[in-house]
């Protein structure tokens, strides 16, 4: 979904290279989506895997809300567009509970329609991705339909730690999205560059030594857009670098002292919601402790930038600035926080 773009597309020649160089340099499990970079990341990605298909797993998935009618015509888009005969790993793209419990199982809805698919060998591993609070995560797993799981998690969120620590021992595998943050750990952070040794040369490298260092995890699912991300990330995988045990300590223990301040200041626990106008406030002061506890400044702003009223699932929410002080969200709040003024504070500093 990072592909390297020129005018608001693919830059094929640019995309296919980066793509082959990581399978030269051993990377075997491609990840894609029929809606990233506008439908051209599944063509690109058949593109630059011509003559080596058989030779690495392709992932991509399919979204529920298209309904029981357009699933499996998306599946065979996917695989005309990839230009492949199977998917060895196709992902319920961004379930949580609900959108399990309500598309997935049951007659006339995706299992059953894809059955003969996975029957057939079309689908090889039935897979889901995952947006959810992280309590539903292990539901989802002990349902016993998916053979893989694709979840968020990285230094700054590890709220699904313990459903990847299950989801593992009941033998699924765990592929992780996000492992520098969704780029929020790409620029140097230096509350969490103190904790490491001066070999770990940057945050996003210390961002992906601790997914690796997590015995649970088997894929780090990360988007690069450039062949210098390639070759460093590959080389950083290739040397087996993990985090050191002192430095796990150092990283944990802060990560601890990080979410007690952050849960002072809001523990994310929706009550609030919904916002008569539209105002996600859990995810704006999210947003604004990346900035407060770790120093994590050019990206939080990013993050605030993307908000928008009508922005996809994980980024809808008006900006703080439209807050009508209607104090609806505050009598539900069982911190008593001040959220008007705390609003005001944040749309001060990330606006
Ligand atoms: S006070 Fe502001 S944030 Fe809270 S519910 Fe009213 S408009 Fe929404
Ligand atoms: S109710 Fe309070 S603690 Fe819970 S998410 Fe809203 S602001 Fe945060």
């Known amino acids: ?15 296919v290279a980066l793509l082959r160089r990581g399978y030269e340099l051993g990377i075997n499990l491609f990840d894609s989506a029929p809606y990233y970079h506008n ?10 895997l011509v003559g080596i298909r058989d ?65 057939e060998g079309t689908v090889r591993h039935l897979s889901f991705s995952f947006h959810d609070g992280a309590q539903n995560l292990s539901r989802i797993v002990d349902a016993g339909v998916f053979e893989t799981m694709l979840v968020q998690y990285n230094l700054l969120d590890r709220s699904n730690e313990q459903g990847i ?38 945050t996003a490298e210390t961002a992906l030594r601790f997914v690796f260092a997590n015995p649970n995890v088997d894929v780090a699912l990360s988007g690069m857009s450039a062949i210098q991300q390639v070759e460093e990330n590959a080389a ?18 802060m990560a601890e002292e990080n979410k007690r301040l952050a849960d002072l200041y809001c523990t994310g626990c929706n009550y609030c919601m919904p916002c008569p106008h539209g105002i996600n406030v859990p995810e704006i002061f999210k947003i604004y402790n990346y900035h407060r506890l770790y120093g994590i400044e050019e990206a939080a702003r990013g993050l605030y930038a993307a908000l928008a009223p009508d922005g996809p699932p994980w980024s809808r929410s008006a900006k703080a600035d439209t807050c009508q002080e209607c ?5 539900k709040c069982p911190q008593h926080l001040p959220i008007m003024e705390r609003l005001k504070e944040a749309h001060a500093v990330l606006g």
């Open 165 to 202: 620590a299950h989801a593992h021992a009941q033998g699924l595998g765990v592929a992780v999205m996000g492992p520098v943050g969704g780029g929020r750990l790409g620029p140097p952070a230096p509350a969490i560059q103190k904790l490491v040794s001066s070999t770990v040369k940057s």
């Open 55 to 119: 030779n690495v797993c392709v992932s991509t998935k399919c979204p529920m809300e298209v309904g029981p009618s357009r699933w499996l015509s998306m599946l065979e888009q996917s695989l005309r567009r990839l230009r492949t005969d199977h998917i060895d790993f196709y992902h319920c793209w961004g379930i949580g509970w609900d959108s399990f419990a309500g598309n997935v199982q049951g007659e006339g809805r995706f299992l059953s329609e894809i059955r003969k698919a996975k029957e």
């Open 327 to 331: 104090g609806e969200c505050e009598s």
């Open 1 to 15: 979904m990072r592909l390297p773009e020129k005018n608001g597309k693919v830059d094929r020649e640019k995309a």
């Open 236 to 253: 950083l995988a290739s040397l087996g670098a993990e985090l050191s045990e002192a430095e796990l300590g150092r990283v944990n223990a």
């Open 39 to 48: 439908g051209e990341s599944e063509v690109v990605l058949g593109e630059a």
